[in-house]
């Protein structure tokens, strides 16, 4: 059993930073592959990035590829999302997810799930 809790949201203007982070209780988090997906009013969840056990390996969707980057420390139970150069369309709850093992980039495929974590990007 994993618990996943997001931080970090806020409001912010395009072109801002925000850094957002997914902070895990419960055993063997170390084991899990953790994945940030986000839903805008109205859309479906999309996938955003995710990483490996070890966090030697990262996926990205391509609208943020050179913007956002996911890392994780394993010693804190935590995955960082750092979102760079923010645009009005990365308006949305962000969710972190956790699944044993393997990432995929479809959420129906994680177990656990935070509450999310608004992030607005508007002047």
């Known amino acids: 059993q994993v618990q996943l809790v997001e931080s970090g949201g806020g409001l912010v203007q395009p072109g801002g930073s925000l850094r957002l982070a997914c902070v895990a209780s419960g055993r063997a988090f170390s084991a899990y592959a953790v994945g940030w997906f986000r839903q805008a009013p109205g859309k479906e969840r999309e996938f955003v990035a995710a990483?490996?056990?070890?966090?030697?390996?990262?996926i990205y969707t391509d609208s943020v590829k050179d913007r956002f980057t996911i890392s994780r420390d394993n010693a804190k139970n935590t995955v960082y999302l750092q979102m760079n150069t923010l645009k009005p369309e990365d308006t949305a709850v962000y969710y972190c997810?956790?699944?044993?093992?393997?990432?995929?980039?479809?959420?129906?495929?994680?177990?656990?799930w935070g509450q999310g974590t608004q992030v607005t990007v508007s002047s």
């Open positions: 990483i490996s056990v070890r966090g030697d390996t990262t």
């Open positions: 997810a956790a699944r044993p093992f393997i990432y995929t980039t479809k959420h129906q495929e994680y177990r656990y």
